[in-house]
């Protein structure tokens, strides 16, 4: 059943005021709060409505009132807990490198590309918590990392793709863990292994 207008547009004016939030507090750049305004604007259902809440949620914005309940920034601060932090919103973002925590990262609408080397992985086991709604999360790794998948896919997938080594290695590579853990909801999250 359709929502009445009236309450459709009272329901628009909510997230963009979240979105207004979230922007004055840093958390996009201004073409993509821009390109979330103009998609609110262009929203018919209450499904879309709920769907646009739920990115601006995984992002950690909340509108911190309007949204969450855990007060102003908890849901950020919550996001970036774990290391570098990246996100793609209606973008494409690439980002090269680890903190030696790992990192948490995040697609809604875009793609995120991930670039992991040796020496961004100092300790024996890494975690990197990545999130793909509608969107992809694309983690390239080195041929010498072991990799955990403990990442939900919910109408989503999950793939680990291989590339053939150029050469025989005389010895195997000293295995370092990467537990990747997240959800892919209507998204991809993809583990590529870059052979050098």
Not at 177 to 191: E, F
Request: with cysteine.
């Amino acid at each position: 059943m359709p929502l009445p207008p009236h309450v459709l547009e009272e329901r628009k004016t909510a997230l963009i005021a979240g979105l207004s939030e979230q922007y004055a507090e840093n958390r996009f750049s201004l073409e993509e709060y821009e390109r979330l305004v103009e998609y609110t604007h262009k929203i018919e259902t209450s499904r879309e409505i709920a769907l646009l809440g739920n990115l601006i949620r995984l992002n950690g914005a909340a509108g911190d009132g309007a949204f969450s309940s855990e007060g102003p920034g908890a849901s950020r601060a919550a996001f970036s807990r774990s290391g570098v932090s990246g996100f793609a919103i209606l973008a494409s973002r690439k980002i090269n490198g680890l903190a030696a925590s790992g990192g948490d990262f995040l697609a809604i609408l875009g793609d995120c590309q991930v670039y992991v080397n040796d020496s961004d992985l100092i300790h024996d086991e890494t975690v990197i918590n990545a999130n793909a709604l509608l969107g992809e999360v694309v983690i390239h790794v080195p041929d010498s990392v072991a990799v955990i998948n403990n990442v939900l896919p919910i109408l989503g997938d999950v793939g680990i793709k291989h590339k053939k080594r150029k050469k025989a290695a005389a010895e195997p590579p000293p295995w370092k863990k990467l537990v990747i853990t997240g959800t892919a909801i209507l998204g991809q999250i993809t583990v590529k292994y870059d052979v050098s």
